[in-house]
């Protein structure tokens, strides 16, 4: 198990995490640090327990905007995918219809050449 040491609004915490996870620890505390830094900027110092909630609230408003956006994003290429694939079948009935009804004239007259004899 590894052990990491982050430190936010100055003050230090241990972390433990799994190995090799330590430097993805580092860089989220590190995150969380400019965040709190932030908020220290535009509402001053408040408690360590209000600035823990605020900047959850504002991390958590992030991850939802990104949710959001990637459920957009999904949507926009099932849309997309669905466009293209019909497009395509368009496409492709487009140059097969011309050779069905060379096929279809050719067997009409086997056909009528059949019934002749």
Same mark, same amino acid.
């Given at each position: 198990?590894?052990?990491?040491? $982050?430190? =936010?609004?100055?003050?230090?915490?241990? =972390?433990?995490?799994?190995?090799?996870?330590? +430097?993805?620890? &580092?860089?989220? !505390?590190?995150? @969380?640090?400019?965040?709190?830094?932030?908020?220290? /900027?535009? $509402?001053?110092? $408040?408690?360590?327990?209000?600035?823990?909630?605020?900047?959850?609230?504002?991390?958590?408003? +992030? @991850?939802? +905007?990104?949710?959001?956006?990637? /459920? /957009?994003?999904?949507?926009?290429?099932?849309?997309?995918? !669905?466009? !293209?694939?019909?497009?395509?079948? #368009?496409?492709?009935?487009?140059? &097969?219809?011309?050779? &069905? #009804?060379?096929?279809?004239? /050719?067997?009409?007259? &086997?056909?009528?050449?059949?019934?002749?004899?």
């Amino acid at each position: 198990m590894g052990q990491v040491s $982050v430190s =936010i609004r100055g003050r230090t915490y241990p =972390i433990a995490c799994d190995d090799g996870q330590e +430097e993805h620890v &580092i860089r989220l !505390a590190s995150y @969380l640090d400019k965040r709190a830094a932030e908020l220290d /900027r535009t $509402v001053g110092l $408040v408690s360590e327990a209000r600035m823990l909630v605020m900047v959850g609230l504002l991390v958590a408003d +992030e @991850l939802a +905007e990104a949710h959001d956006e990637l /459920r /957009r994003i999904r949507e926009s290429l099932v849309g997309t995918e !669905a466009a !293209a694939r019909k497009a395509g079948a #368009e496409t492709v009935e487009r140059r &097969i219809t011309p050779v &069905i #009804e060379r096929l279809a004239h /050719r067997l009409d007259d &086997i056909a009528a050449r059949l019934e002749a004899d």
